[in-house]
Nanobody, 124 residues
């Protein structure tokens, strides 16, 4: 079992920044791919950013150049730095672990552990 706990969400004005953290505990592994997803009411959960075990990153087109994902395997923590936030970034953000593979995948079903989510609200 792996437990994931997100923190760092909140309310910010457009153009501002927020940093999310995801602390993993339990049977964690540095060989897992990790991802940050987001979801808004009535929409499917989507991958925002992912990072492989070797540090290769993947970003949704909508956040490229604004968001940065990173990981600290010694601390079992994954981070998402969000800059130049827009109202359309408003969502619940989830951290996810793909323990079966070190490679990032876009599909929700490929991830076997999830955090409880943290709300990010960007006001205009």
């Amino acid at each position: 079992q792996v437990q994931l706990v997100e923190s760092g969400g909140g309310l910010v004005q457009a153009g501002g920044s927020l940093a999310l953290s995801c602390a993993a505990s339990g049977r964690t592994s540095s060989s897992s791919a990790m991802g940050w997803f987001r979801q808004t009411p009535g929409k499917e959960r989507e991958l925002v950013a992912g990072i492989s075990s070797s540090g290769l990153t993947t970003y949704a087109d909508s956040v490229k150049g604004r968001f940065t994902i990173s990981r600290d395997n010694a601390k079992n923590t994954v981070y998402l730095l969000m800059n130049s936030l827009k109202p359309e970034d408003t969502a619940v953000y989830f951290c996810a672990a793909r323990t079966v593979s070190p490679v990032v995948r876009l599909e929700v079903r490929e991830y076997d552990y999830w955090g409880q989510g943290t709300q990010v609200t960007v006001s205009s």
